[in-house]
Nanobody, 113 residues
Framework: QVQLVESGGGLVQPGGSLRLSCAAS????????MGWYRQAPGKEREPVAT???????NYADSVKGRFTISRDGAKNAVNLQMNNLKPEDTGAYYC???????WGQGTQVTVSE
């Protein structure tokens, strides 16, 4: 069993930045590909960014050049730096070890004037 706790969400104006963090109850980042996903109201959950155990990253086209995923092995955490935020980035953000059933409770990001 793994507990995942996301944090760092909030309300931000368009063009602003947020840094999300996901802490795990044990070291899973050397085992699984880690991903950040988001779910906008009325829409399905979608992948935003992933990072492999070797540090290879991949991003959804909509966030390329604006978001950066990274791992902090010392803190058992995976982070998502989000810059130049847009209203369409609004949603609940979740971290997830790909291929498992583990999900955190999510953190809400709202981009609005």
């Amino acid at each position: 069993q793994v507990q995942l706790v996301e944090s760092g969400g909030g309300l931000v104006q368009p063009g602003g930045s947020l840094r999300l963090s996901c802490a795990a109850s044990r070291n899973i980042f050397s085992i699984y590909v880690m991903g950040w996903y988001r779910q906008a109201p009325g829409k399905e959950r979608e992948p935003v960014a992933t990072i492999t155990t070797g540090g290879i990253t991949n991003y959804a086209d909509s966030v390329k050049g604006r978001f950066t995923i990274s791992r902090d092995g010392a803190k058992n955490a995976v982070n998502l730096q989000m810059n130049n935020l847009k209203p369409e980035d609004t949603g609940a953000y979740y971290c997830h070890p790909v291929g498992t059933l583990f999900w955190g409770q999510g953190t809400q990001v709202t981009v609005s004037e």
